[in-house]
């Protein structure tokens, strides 16, 4: 569900557990506005790699690329710009279907399969407003728990901080994903790791 969160209502988050003075603007100049400045970009896409949020996910189907790889791929596809992750696909996009081996390199998704592939993308979501509210809850904590080992002063929080951020973090994708019927999530990167997998080139 999208919220009502802005970028300031997140930094006054991490203000919060900081116990900090909220901010009146995200460009006011203090050392904690300009770390968050300077790093809230990059934890904001760190926090939607870990894990595939609803609001932040796409199906695409790719057409394969007219380059092929010099070796050991038959096909490659250009991933959307946007894309931060690739989620382990399978033949057909099918929900607990075969795992189809692939690589990933730079925006480049490299495989077997060809001349079309289905694939599911977490992506980088820049509008506060889209967040789910626990991801925006969240990505506030973990603003906070980074911010506690980088200022010497808020060494007490670590500990609390770090906690805690798990917590929220376990909590918030397990509501996320009870919005819709849950599947083995990254069962397909263990198979895939193993070996126990290979497959033709054809759909």
Not at 7 to 27: C, G, K, P, R, W
Not at 156 to 161: F, G, S
């Amino acid at each position: 569900m999208p919220s009502t969160l802005t970028q300031l209502d997140i930094y006054n988050l991490a203000m919060d557990h900081l116990s900090e003075v909220a901010l009146s603007a995200t460009t006011e100049d203090n050392v904690y506005a300009r770390w968050m400045n300077r790093n809230y970009a990059n934890l904001r896409d760190s926090m939607l790699r870990m894990h595939p949020w609803n609001f932040a996910t796409e199906l695409t189907v790719l057409t394969a690329s007219a380059t092929t790889p010099t070796f050991k791929w038959l096909y490659q596809y250009t991933l959307p710009a946007s894309h931060l992750r690739v989620i382990p696909p399978t033949y057909l996009g099918q929900r607990g279907g075969q795992p189809v081996p692939f690589q990933i390199r730079q925006n480049l998704l490299m495989c077997n399969i060809g001349p079309s592939m289905y694939v599911e993308t977490i992506n980088r979501v820049t509008n506060e407003g889209d967040f789910d509210p626990l991801f925006g809850d969240t990505l506030g904590l973990f603003m906070a728990m980074r911010m506690s080992h980088r200022f010497t002063a808020k060494v007490t929080y670590r500990d609390r901080l770090d906690k805690d951020f798990k917590e929220a973090m376990a909590s918030a994708a397990y509501i996320d994903f009870l919005e819709g019927t849950p599947e083995p999530a990254e069962q397909q990167d263990i198979i895939l790791v193993r070996g126990e997998y290979t497959g033709d080139n054809t759909w």
